[in-house]
């Protein structure tokens, strides 16, 4: 089973950035597909952004589009969210998700998922 750790979550004023971290234990993340997700209170989780394992990036949202990017370290453990010009609507709880293990699609639906972690929160206020 895989094992994902969300960091990086926290507080930061519009306009600003953060860097949220999706880190695999003690494997490779380097076969996965693995999707950006976040939840805010009552309502469901929302796809926001996936890398598959050949590293095409999907946006599901297009707000997301030149403010988000996923990319993958060098020892490919962990994938990470980089989110610029952030706005208080992106306040939510965070999630990475994992594809099984060589699947190379990024479905929308989080059903399609199977591993997650367990959220960082982010919150965008001044």
């Known amino acids: 089973q895989v094992r994902l750790v969300e960091s990086g979550g926290g507080l930061v004023q519009p306009g600003g950035s953060l860097r949220l971290s999706c880190t695999a234990s003690g494997f490779s993340l380097s076969r996965y597909a693995v999707g950006w997700f976040r939840q805010t209170p009552g309502k469901g989780r929302e796809n926001i952004l996936c890398?598959?394992?050949?590293?095409?990036?999907?946006y599901y949202t297009d707000s997301m589009k030149g403010r988000f990017t996923i990319s993958r370290d060098n020892a490919e453990t962990t994938v990470s969210l980089q989110m610029n010009s952030l706005k208080p609507e992106d306040s939510a709880w965070y999630y990475c998700?994992?594809?099984?293990?060589?699947?190379?699609?990024?479905?929308?639906?989080?059903?399609?998922?199977?591993?997650w972690g367990q959220g960082t929160q982010v919150t965008v206020s001044s």
């Open positions: 998700a994992t594809r099984p293990e060589g699947s190379n699609n990024c479905p929308r639906g989080p059903y399609d998922y199977g591993d």
């Open positions: 890398i598959s394992a050949t590293d095409e990036l999907t």
